[in-house]
């Protein structure tokens, strides 16, 4: 293998670093899109984007205008987000309002040796090499769409697009004469290639990265879906360098347009005056997004501006009796509203936020399967193993392997080439029962009075003897003193995960609970239940001075956020003793849902049946085949807040807010908070920004309209017939038709701790600073009292906001 | 009597579905009305269905027998095809409602499906060259619009012109088709003209009928994407979901329907039967083969049309009208299943039953389950057929389906050696067998004298059918085991070729020059 001189291999690397990883549909877990620029400030990353990407990071200006004009904005919001800048208010509005009536139009960034050859062809070669490119991969990585696999797999990504572009001849038909030839003259080796390719163009350090960098995001879908994989690679098995070799790929294209092309000396010339002066830039382009970037941080700060003013308002709330029970939920925006209306129904229970794996990150493997299920967030690797059992494993597993292999062969036979024909002309007909019970789904009325989650599939019995007791003893400890309940447990702790039904949706699992690596949370709250309630565990945890009384007992449950029902996971486990008192929290449970249906009902469009009942108009959403909006998942997040639930007690965040408990008091050198800081808020950043950016670019970070998505390869989905693989959100995910359900709100962290503790922790972690400093994201401190009393600037510096608040409330009132 | 006359609640749905798409409704308006006039289609197809043969008697006025035979006819054919797509309609609007919840257009969406079911409807009780050209048309408009749903997309407008092209191609060799039949023998009544042509032998057919009969054929092709006129048909899926449904579970099934509606005439011609054959077969052949490669659901099951689409055709070229009729209603039930369910795919592979099992590399399975499935197909064949002696065509179909079961047992004793999934597989199959045989003799007995009955093809013909057949034979035996080879290049540069359809829709493309751009500077 060719070793690159190193200056090379350091651009190639930063160009490759710049583009975020992606996750295929099964493990669908959100992920911040611009998450290799996080050393870069929001502004530049998004002059970035747009130069070399066509990406769009802000609204367009008619958005802001708007939210103006409604007064959202305000002026003084204006003003402040002018910050340093010296900007006279009226002429600005005046530039905004002209943009706005532009027409906008996408411009062509000329980095590429194929956009500019498309330019003096008339003729959209940018387009054939996404639709090429993006068939290849289809192809190359499928596992189980097509019926018949391939025989002779290459699993170098270069050598294998080397094989199929020189075969495919449809480059040539669509006019590229001797593609397939320059092809297959390119050497064997990518690295080989890349290094003679690029010292061919000659460009310096920054410029080698910046057009590396732009060839990727001619396929941002998937750049980032290769990027994944090297992510993952690296995190558990071995250093994989996908990424690079797809560069190669994209670099074949350009090296056609160089060499072999027809007018090759023209675009040759264009190409080369456009990197004269360095990295080619439309000053236009600039010039606008300039104006949009300060109306979307003056949007951010009227956003902060009414999140402050509604802390204020609200009371905190004291409570002194001992709670009933204790019920932990995930940090989860979905889990806010629920919390608020099952405190509601019945103040005895005592909810409590955390990551919801409960910090148990495990590896799950299911019975009869070779497929091993990391349950826990991506960026940790999972730990210890958990793998299903039964009362007769042996003879169940035989069923279930033996069950899925007759599924497989059936699936050969059924779409195989002929034999399809021998299957579609005797049972095509049972298709007709079928299609009548998709479409007129049953059990949905039956279900609401008894069971409102549909979880009536099988319990899992889970095999915990891959985990030893120190293990379970210390993930016990960290996660008891996480979730702040060491000194003081109720008779019952419930351990709520979540997780989603959709039916015939491609994006489920992006509804399921993102800390258990994008699957439902039931199997690391079943995990929990097994060793919180395990004699061994509690005789060991008595030993390092945690004492879980005799009577507590934690059960698993799990919220359906799609039905808003809450299941105890696994009845079977819950001793005589605690079965009264488990009923009644189980009817709490049950009102809560109404309540939390209601309250959800709003922003669902329910209308066009008025008559209908609304609990099972929301509920047969998980049994409809037809329905594009099953529940809104995370859209709307904005803000996430760190403190004690009593300062957010009763107070209406509307399913928005990301809520983890935490009580600075009783964390002594405050590595509770580090941590929280590190995982969780890390984790709510990426879910905040890919709606952020899922919102502001619907095509290049979100994955376009649902209802033309066709799966692909079985990783992601593609819209109609061809192009890239779409990353993101699907547009469906946060527009209901007629506006943006996800505002564009960078995330608010808000940190109930004293200032020199945050700046402590600032100061040890540079990457979490830099998300601050650079305005990714937003951090506020919480006082005593629960008002939002400081804003993080930049610089470790803090401003004080409650004498400016309060003048605004004074004016309010 | 095989023909139900026709009363005024019998058109009654049609006109309603054409009601629902009028513009100034509202969209639940437009949308109760579309629902209320497919649930009285079910009425109606399914009353037709069980009436069939049985004249309707009362005085009434909606049930009232009026002579509107020259413009509609509900015989057996009719009803069975009318029934269907009451029943995929009634789904695909339901889907429709809440899957496009949102959209701008979501009431242009609702009334585009309901003029497309109507004309759909409208074709399958024509009796009437003119009523039937107008609903043949008719189809191509509702699709036409349905396509451009959104017109912004540059791929979706290039599928509408593609479509658009060999559409009127179709229409005109229809158009000329019916005027030769007219010529001939000068009337536009369906059922009159079908008795005239019935009173013909083979070879004394007029050259004009002669003639009409190929451009039938031809416009069957065409409409029903038989290569290489399919370019369009893997594009469409740049139009919403329940588009394909439709199309790929109705409106490609005009094609067939034609040929079925004028079997009296193709079965006299002496050349149609022989291009239907040709052109089924390797369309059938060409949608199997790039189906089986395609790496996208949607687009897998656009190829996987245009074979079945084919195989149908071949199958109405043998002659076996009845087991033509069977395929195609099958396959409209089963495809429409497949596009609304496309999403479910990733559900599937979450519980690891999605990919498909390899190929086999050992040869000692192949005795054993070659020993089963015959015994397994000649018992029951002799069971439903009293007799191995079948006719010739009913021999050819019959063969499929044990290829079918073949590969299947195939895979079963060599992945699947367990006691149980033996005894499962097994008993599969030998479902697949009786039904094929129970539903091949329920719309044989359904469609009666409607289509002409099996005729013994020449020699020359049958050595043409069984080549065929070894060429069916040979793919499935390629996809099921492992042939050890050494020029591993040449077959998957074959794969690369049929992943891209042989290039067909790329020429297509060319000639319509698809990437043209205008682009800014």
New interface residues.
């Given amino acids: 293998m060719q070793i690159l001189n190193s200056k090379f291999q350091k651009n190639l690397d930063n160009a490759v670093g710049r583009i975020a990883p992606s996750w295929p549909?099964?493990n669908l877990v959100a992920v911040n899109p611009y998450m290799g620029f996080t050393d870069t400030s929001f502004n530049k990353a998004s002059e970035i984007l747009a130069q070399r990407g066509n990406i769009r990071t802000t609204m367009p200006v008619g958005f802001y205008l708007e939210n103006l004009k409604s007064g959202v904005i305000t002026k003084e919001d204006l003003l402040k987000s002018f910050d340093k800048q010296t900007i006279n208010l009226e002429s600005f509005l005046k530039k905004a309002e002209l943009l706005g009536q532009k027409k906008f139009?996408?411009?062509?960034n000329?980095h590429s040796l194929t956009e500019i050859a498309?330019?003096t062809d008339?003729?959209?070669?940018c387009?054939?090499l996404t639709d090429r490119v993006s068939?290849w991969a289809?192809?190359h990585f499928?596992?189980?769409?097509?019926?018949?696999?391939?025989?002779?797999l290459v699993n170098d990504l270069y050598r294998s697009w080397k094989?199929?572009a020189s075969?495919?001849?449809?480059t040539e038909?669509?006019?590229l004469k001797g593609f397939r030839s320059s092809i297959k003259d390119l050497p064997e080796d990518h690295l080989e290639f890349l290094e003679s390719f690029m010292s061919e163009l000659n460009l310096g350090s920054d410029e080698t990265e910046a057009y590396i960098h732009s060839v990727l995001l001619k396929i941002p879908g998937w750049s980032s879906y290769l990027s994944g994989l090297d992510f993952t690679g690296n995190l558990y098995e071995s250093k994989t360098t996908h990424l690079q070799e797809f560069v190669a790929v994209l670099l074949s294209w350009e090296n056609y347009f160089l060499k072999h092309s027809v007018n090759k000396e023209n675009i040759k010339a264009i190409w080369y005056r456009n990197w004269y002066y360095g990295e080619p830039e439309n000053r236009e382009t600039i010039d606008e997004l300039k104006i949009t970037l300060i109306l979307q941080r003056a949007f951010d700060l009227a956003n902060q501006r009414i999140l402050k003013t509604k802390f204020l308002k609200h009371k905190t709330h004291h409570s002194k009796s001992k709670p009933s029970a204790q019920a932990i939920f995930c940090i989860d925006v979905r889990s806010e509203a629920f919390r608020r209306n099952l405190e509601m129904v019945n103040p005895e229970i005592e909810t409590i936020g955390f990551a919801g794996f409960f910090g148990f990150s495990i590896k799950y493997t299911p019975l009869g399967?070779e497929?091993q299920l990391n349950l826990c967030p991506v960026l940790i690797p999972s730990k210890v193993a958990v793998s299903e059992t039964s009362d007769q494993p042996e003879s169940e597993e035989?069923?279930r392997v033996?069950q899925?292999?007759?599924?497989?062969?059936?699936?050969?036979?059924r779409?195989?080439?002929?034999?399809?024909?021998?299957?579609?002309?005797?049972?095509?007909?049972?298709?007709?029962p079928?299609?009548?019970k998709?479409?007129f789904p049953t059990g949905i009325k039956r279900n609401f009075n008894k069971d409102t989650s549909f979880h009536a599939e099988s319990k899992p019995i889970l095999d915990l003897s891959g985990i030893n007791l120190d293990e379970k003893v210390a993930m016990a400890v960290s996660a008891l003193v996480g979730m702040g309940i060491k000194d003081n447990m109720s008779r019952l702790i419930l351990l709520t995960g979540h997780g989603s039904t959709s039916?015939?949706?491609?994006h489920?699992?992006g509804l399921d609970c993102g800390a258990c690596g994008g699957h439902s949370g039931k199997l690391n709250a079943l995990t929990a239940q097994y060793i919180f309630n395990d004699p061994l565990v509690r005789c060991e945890l008595r030993e390092k001075g945690i004492f879980i009384p005799d009577e507590t007992l934690f059960v698993a449950c799990l919220h359906n956020t799609t039905t808003d029902g809450v299941d105890v996971i696994d009845e079977s486990l819950i001793p005589e003793s605690h079965k009264e008192e488990l009923e009644a929290i189980k009817k709490s449970f049950l009102e809560a849902g109404n309540l939390n249906r209601l309250e959800r009902s709003s922003r669902l469009?329910l209308q066009?049946n008025p008559d209908s009942n609304k609990d099972i108009l929301i509920m047969s959403r998980a049994k409809?085949?037809?329905?594009?909006?099953p529940e809104w998942g995370l859209a709307g997040c904005h803000s996430f807040i760190i403190a004690q639930r009593k300062h957010t007690k009763g107070l209406k965040l509307n399913g928005r807010s990301f809520l983890h408990s935490y009580h600075w008091k009783s964390d002594q050198d405050y590595k509770l908070l580090e941590s929280i800081i590190m995982a969780p808020m890390m984790v709510t950043s990426w879910i905040n920004l890919q709606y952020y950016a899922s919102t502001t670019d619907t095509q290049k970070f979100g994955s376009g309209?649902k209802?033309?998505?066709?799966?692909?390869?079985?990783i992601g989905v593609?819209e109609?017939?061809?192009g890239d693989l779409r990353i993101g959100l699907p547009l469906?995910s946060v527009?209901?038709?007629?506006s943006f359900e996800h505002l564009p709100i960078r995330l608010n962290v808000v940190i109930e701790a004293p200032i020199s503790a945050i700046n402590d922790i600032l100061s040890k972690q540079d990457s979490i600073r830099q998300l601050f400093d650079n305005e990714w994201i937003f951090l506020h401190r919480m006082d005593e009292e629960g008002r939002i009393s400081h804003t993080y600037t930049k610089n470790l510096q803090w401003e004080n906001e409650l004498k400016e608040t309060m003048i605004t409330m004074e004016t309010v009132l | 009597m095989t023909e139900l006359k026709i009363s005024l609640v019998t058109i009654l749905p049609t006109l309603l579905l054409f009601l629902a798409s009028v513009r100034y409704l509202t969209l639940n308006q437009n949308y109760r009305i579309a629902i209320a006039a497919l649930y009285l289609s079910l009425l109606t197809g399914f009353g037709a269905l069980a009436l069939n043969g049985i004249e309707l008697n009362t005085d009434s006025f909606l049930f009232k027998i009026y002579d509107l035979q020259p413009f509609y006819q509900f015989d057996a054919l009719s009803s069975i095809i009318y029934s269907m797509i009451a029943l995929i309609g009634l789904v695909v609007v339901r889907y429709s409602r809440h899957y496009l919840d949102g959209e701008k257009r979501h009431k242009r969406f609702i009334s585009d499906l309901s003029i497309t079911i109507a004309f759909v409807q409208m074709l399958s009780v024509s009796g009437n060259l003119i009523t039937l050209f107008i609903a043949w048309t008719g189809t191509s408009y509702g699709l036409h619009r349905l396509i451009l749903f959104y017109s912004d997309r540059k791929k979706a407008r290039l599928a509408a012109r593609k479509k658009f092209i060999v559409a009127r191609l179709g229409d005109v060799s229809l158009l000329l088709a019916f005027v030769f039949i007219y010529l001939q023998l000068g009337t536009s009544n369906l059922q009159v003209i079908l008795d005239q042509i019935k009173i013909y032998s083979i070879s004394e057919l007029p050259f004009k009928l002669e003639l009409a009969g190929l451009l039938i054929v031809i416009a069957a092709c065409l409409k029903s994407v038989q290569v290489p006129f399919h370019g369009w048909l893997p594009d469409v899926i740049e139009a919403p979901t329940p588009v394909s449904a439709l199309l790929h579970a109705g409106l490609l099934n005009a094609g067939p329907f034609l040929i079925l509606r004028f079997s009296g005439l193709i079965d006299l011609s002496s050349y149609s039967s022989v291009i239907l054959i040709t052109v089924g077969s390797i369309s059938a052949v060409f949608g199997a083969i790039s189906s089986s490669l395609q790496p996208s659901v949607k687009s897998s099951l656009a190829y996987s049309s245009i074979g079945h689409m084919g195989f149908t055709l071949f199958i109405s070229g043998l002659g076996i009208y009845s087991a033509s009729l069977l395929h195609l209603v099958s396959h409209s039930f089963y495809k429409a299943h497949a596009f609304l369910s496309s999403g479910s795919l990733i559900e599937k592979i979450r519980s690891g039953v999605a990919a498909p099992i390899e190929r086999i590399n050992k040869s000692n399975h192949i005795l054993p389950a070659l020993f089963l499935s015959g015994l397994m197909f000649l018992t029951f064949t002799f069971t439903w057929q009293g007799t191995l002696y079948l006719s010739f065509q009913m021999l050819v179909l019959s063969a499929i389906i044990f290829l079918g079961i073949l590969s299947l047992n195939l895979k079963t004793f060599a992945y699947s050696p367990d006691k149980r999934s033996v005894l499962h597989l097994t008993f599969t199959s030998a479902i697949v067998i009786n039904c094929f045989y129970l539903f091949e003799h329920l719309f044989e007995h359904y469609l009666g004298t409607v289509v002409p009955a099996i005729k013994d093809p020449q020699n020359g013909l049958k050595i043409y059918i069984i080549g065929i057949l070894l060429l069916f034979a040979a793919i499935v035996f390629a996809q099921s085991v492992l042939i050890k080879t050494k020029n591993r290049s040449f077959i998957s540069q074959w794969e690369v070729h049929f992943r891209n359809g042989l290039y067909m829709n790329q020429w297509f493309n060319r000639f319509m020059n698809s990437l043209y751009t205008k682009r800014l500077n």
């Fill in positions: 549909l099964k139009e996408l411009r062509n000329q498309s330019d008339k003729q959209d070669w387009e054939l068939f289809a192809a499928d596992k189980s769409v097509s019926v018949w696999n391939k025989m002779h094989k199929e075969a495919d001849r449809t038909i669509m006019g399967s497929n035989k069923k033996s899925k292999r007759i599924s497989r062969i059936w699936k050969s036979f779409s195989g080439a002929i034999t399809s024909f021998a299957f579609v002309s005797p049972l095509g007909l049972t298709f007709v079928k299609i009548l998709d479409s039916k015939n949706n491609p489920a699992s469009n066009y409809d085949w037809s329905q594009i909006r309209n209802t033309l998505h066709n799966i692909t390869s079985g593609i109609g017939s061809g469906q527009h209901n038709g007629k």
